[in-house]
């Protein structure tokens, strides 16, 4: 078919790739109206597979000169993290003819679920300067991740909480897991499937490290601060050896951990299109789809997104 609508969205087909079909004339517009510029970062991920922590880490990263991590004012303190880091594609959908992006300083954080091959051309050819940063998560906890937030969606959608001025897409209907799991191994969900999705990245970081850093979320939940540091040197803002002595990047750190973002007054009662804030952040941890697959269902979903990756030298980082 070439319709699907898994969490809740009508999907269509693009490139190969599956997405909302409300993001498809933004898709497009991405390619020939954004304007790139050398200093811009690019933080692209698989839905469910840490993107908002990375929005957190790498926006306090990349401002901590104006916002220091430890200032009670500082807008992760007040915002949510994609109001501060918005996603490139949604914003174009918003309104494909502008350009939301222009006003923003550089270096401007920009994020995205698209895979590399649909990065405007602009942006991934050789000498435009700009960077992407990926961040890859297990497909098993990626999809359990995506499966509850559907239900959270579905339930405040039910209830009208998290979207009183417009229309949904399409009406609600309660998911079974087993439908949504067959979607999601069929790639049939936002940005599948994840396989290719992972691959594109993975080989534009091998063949291009200075342009391209892959992050695995496994491997944050286990040394955060060595991750933070590895971004800022990406990014070109490594942390000098007199923050290093200040614990400026541990700071990074504890400013953005799950527990301190769910305790931020915006996260607990805000709400964005169709999804309340809070919904974003769960438990945050590796290895919680074994409270909800199935061993079948795990080795199935591990072996489709094995093959996928198959030949490229990758593999996922395991739980601790
Ligand atoms: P779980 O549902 O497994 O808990 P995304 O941001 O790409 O939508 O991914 C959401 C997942 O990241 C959720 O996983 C969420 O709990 C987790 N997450 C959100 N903020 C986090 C943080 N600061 N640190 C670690 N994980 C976080």
């Known amino acids: 078919p070439l319709e699907t609508r898994f969490p809740l969205f009508h999907l269509r087909q693009h490139g190969g790739f599956w997405f909302p079909e409300t993001l498809l004339p933004g898709i497009v517009a991405v390619r020939t109206r954004f304007a790139p510029r050398p200093s811009d970062v690019f933080l692209a991920s698989f839905p469910k597979s840490g ?14 000169a104006d916002h220091p991590p430890h200032a009670p004012d500082h807008p992760l303190r007040h ?15 918003l309104d494909p003819t502008a350009d939301a992006f222009a006003a923003l300083p550089s270096p401007r954080v920009i994020a995205t679920h698209l ?3 649909l990065l405007p051309e602009r942006f991934t050819a050789e000498g435009a300067g700009c960077k992407v940063v990926y961040v890859c998560r297990d497909p098993k906890d990626a999809f359990v991740s995506a499966w509850l937030f559907a239900r959270k969606m579905a339930a405040a959608a039910a209830a ?3 979207n009183d001025d417009e ?19 069929d790639g049939q969900c936002p940005g599948g499937p994840q396989g290719p999705h992972v691959s594109s990245y993975w080989e534009a970081s091998r063949r291009w490290p200075e342009k391209v850093l892959f992050l695995q979320y496994e491997e944050m939940l286990q040394d955060p601060v060595d991750n933070v540091r ?12 007199e923050e290093e002595a200040a614990g400026v990047a541990r700071d990074v750190v504890d400013l953005c951990s799950i527990d301190a973002l769910k305790n931020v007054e915006a996260n607990k009662r805000g709400s ?23 061993p079948a269902m795990a080795a199935r979903l591990d072996g489709i997104v094995e093959d996928a990756l198959q030949g490229s030298g990758f593999a996922f ?4």
């Open 51 to 64: 993107t908002t922590w990375l929005k957190a880490l790498a926006f306090a990263t990349a401002h901590r």
């Open 79 to 93: 915002r949510n993290p994609h109001d501060c880091v918005e996603f490139l594609e949604v914003s174009y959908a």
């Open 115 to 117: 895979p590399y091959p």
């Open 160 to 162: 009208g909480a998290a």
């Open 167 to 185: 229309p949904w897409p399409v009406p609600p209907k309660p998911f079974g897991m087993e439908e949504a799991f067959e979607l999601f191994c």
């Open 230 to 241: 590895k971004l800022a040197e990406f990014m070109g803002c490594a942390f000098s050896m």
């Open 272 to 294: 964005r299109k169709y999804v309340k804030n809070e919904a974003f952040f769960r438990k945050g941890v590796a290895g919680d789809w074994s409270n909800h697959m199935t």
């Open 317 to 320: 980082a395991a739980a601790e």
